[in-house]
């Protein structure tokens, strides 16, 4: 399989310098390369079919684009991207997401909405050419071609899922350019069609085997459903709870395949995230990187440190000194929970293997660097609970989730980022199962979670941390989440969900009340240009 990633990364890698650059649905795609003199055989069908998947990459994983992860994490409860001193104010845009006091005119908006939809304009130019391929000159089947439409469909199903998520009321465009100035679409349409292509191509899928890592596979598919209908009351009025229970259950059994051979729980909390995560069983959908291949999984800019946490970890990459973790959600874990000391780096932070501090280069300037649980000046004797414009370089918890492993590990930043795993479809299957019995937790439900949760604990402390029908409430399971799935993307769709987006409180964050943030506004621009889009309420 190392050999296998290796070459695919080396191919996407070659895809994202052949096809650099973002582009309007309106532009004619492949313009140097057309479908007449590139498709000659399987392997330059498969490089078409990639694209729309390595341009995913840049609005959905957290590798310095502004794109769903970015909004959805900066708009949330766990994650702030905080001025610190000199660094980090950035025209205001971090803070205005954290207060949810953003206007129609952000810039980062705005480069999120041209990312995602040259991401649907990639999709439907590919969707073009596989359609009406000439398959005996590629040398392959009508069966293949057919799921590899199925494929490129599912995938486009995914990007309107994470478009409706932000804006709700959203174009369906599935040509290329037609019509030039799509109108919106309530969300309940944008829904149906989502599910419709998801239903009507997910079981045409392969399944998901090693071959599979970095492409759509059918437990991707079947995750995705199990998502979209655990989303459903929200984003189309009606609550599908049992759709999304018997999609989870899909994946639970392995009926959509597996990584391993067999699906199950990682044992290992660290298992998921580490630089040989392919081999997780627990992993369903994930972007092969991988720095031997020339196309690594780049976390740095925005979770590392400046180049002083280089010395602590022993990698050759330093970051921005950018997101941090939101005191309060820091403090939701437990002392003994294992995460919290895994998941993050806090306290004083020492050279690699060694009892020598990291020393600060800003507020701390020749002392020694400690993270602390505080967004405030303290390097000036401040108190209180601070703010998003107070930051010093040593505010607040930091990301430690995903491992690279030390500069001479032979596997040194091979790690995949991880889009859905396991874990995610206990979690949804135990939600659903309580929504359906009014909210309070059945058997069923808190033998999931506590099969997830038991991975944090040691045995000694296990017996008194085990949920029960009575302490698994529903704002325990969503505090849960958060402390399960922190810095993968999630939170403010799940925010959402429980009705805490616009009315819960963390840290500096004061309530709105105001449900029309649960959608960001369309881009101003994008109004001003396209009369046929309708603006979201409260915009």
Same mark, same amino acid.
């Given at each position: ?36 003199? =590139? ?26 684009? &502004? ?23 950035d025209g205001g845009d971090h803070i205005r997401l954290h207060y949810h006091t953003w206007t129609a005119n952000e810039p980062r908006m705005r480069s999120a909405w041209s990312l995602m939809w040259s991401g649907v304009g990639y999709v ?22 057919? %799921? ?20 709700? &009321? ?10 030039? %100035?799509?109108?919106?679409?309530? @969300? ?23 071959e599979l890592v970095g492409r759509v596979s059918k437990a991707a598919g079947y995750t995705m459903l199990s998502e979209l209908y655990l989303n459903a009351e929200k984003w189309n009025g009606t609550p599908m709870w049992d759709e999304s ?6 994946? /639970? ?16 909390? &660290?298992?998921?995230?580490?630089? #040989? ?7 369903? =959908? ?21 180049? &002083? ?45 060694? +009892?020598?501090?990291? /020393? ?16 405030? @000046? ?30 001479? #590990? ?5 790690? #995949? ?32 979670? +506590? ?7 040691? #045995?000694?402390?296990?017996? %008194? ?15 849960? @989440?958060?402390?399960? =799935? ?54």
């Open positions: 399989m190392k050999n296998i990633k290796r070459i695919y990364s080396i191919a996407i890698a070659l895809l994202v310098l052949g096809f650099a650059g973002c582009m309007d649905l309106s532009e004619t795609f492949y313009s140097e390369l057309s479908k007449d003199n =590139f498709y000659n055989n399987k392997l330059e069908v498969m490089q078409g079919v990639l694209r729309p998947f390595t341009h995913m990459q840049a609005w959905l994983a957290p590798t310095g684009q &502004n794109g769903f992860y970015y909004h959805s994490e900066s708009a949330a409860d766990q994650i702030a991207w905080p001025q610190k001193g000199r660094h980090g104010y439907n130019a590919i969707l073009e050419d596989v359609e009406s391929l000439d398959i005996e000159k590629a040398g392959m089947t009508e069966e293949e071609r057919q %799921s590899i439409i199925s494929e490129v469909k599912v995938m486009r199903a995914y990007h309107y899922m994470r478009l409706m998520d932000m804006w709700g &009321n959203v174009p369906i465009v599935t040509k290329v350019g037609e019509p030039l %100035s799509p109108p919106t679409a309530p @969300r309940s349409e944008v829904f149906e069609f989502v599910k419709n292509e998801l239903e009507e191509n997910v079981e045409n899928l392969e399944p998901l085997s090693q229970i018997a999609y989870a259950d899909k994946v /639970i059994n392995g009926e959509g395949g597996s990584l391993t051979g067999a699906m199950g729980l990682d044992p290992d909390i &660290n298992g998921p995230f580490r630089n #040989d995560n392919h081999n997780s069983p627990e992993n369903i =959908f994930q972007f092969a990187f991988s720095r031997q291949g020339g196309f690594s999984f780049g976390w740095g800019g925005f979770f590392m440190g400046y180049s &002083n946490m280089s010395e602590a970890l022993n990698v050759t990459y330093s970051g921005w000194n950018a997101f941090v973790v939101i005191p309060s959600a820091f403090d939701a874990y437990k002392e003994n929970d294992v995460r919290k000391k895994e998941w993050f780096l806090f306290g004083p932070q020492y050279k690699y293997q060694s +009892n020598e501090p990291v /020393i600060g280069t800003e507020e701390y300037d020749g002392e020694p660097l400690v993270y602390v649980n505080t967004i405030r @000046r303290n390097s000036e004797g401040a108190t209180g609970e601070g703010s998003m414009t107070e930051g010093e370089e040593n505010s607040g918890a930091r990301f430690n989730k995903y491992k690279s492993g030390t500069k001479d #590990d032979p596997d040194y930043q091979e790690n #995949d980022y991880i889009i859905y795993r396991l874990t995610e479809l206990y979690f949804n299957k135990a939600e659903a199962l309580m929504r359906k019995n009014g909210g309070q937790a059945t058997a069923e439900a808190v033998a999931l979670i +506590n099969e997830s949760k038991k991975r944090a604990f040691s #045995d000694e402390d296990w017996a %008194s941390e085990a949920y029960t029908t009575a302490t698994l409430t529903l704002d325990e399971l969503l505090a849960e @989440r958060g402390r399960e =799935f922190i810095f993968e993307g999630k939170r403010r769709t799940d925010l959402i969900r429980f009705g805490k987006f616009t009315t819960g409180e963390w840290w500096d964050h004061e309530p709105s009340s105001d449900p029309n943030l649960e959608l960001f506004p369309i881009p101003e621009i994008q109004v001003n240009s396209n009369p046929n889009l309708v603006q979201n309420p409260g915009y």
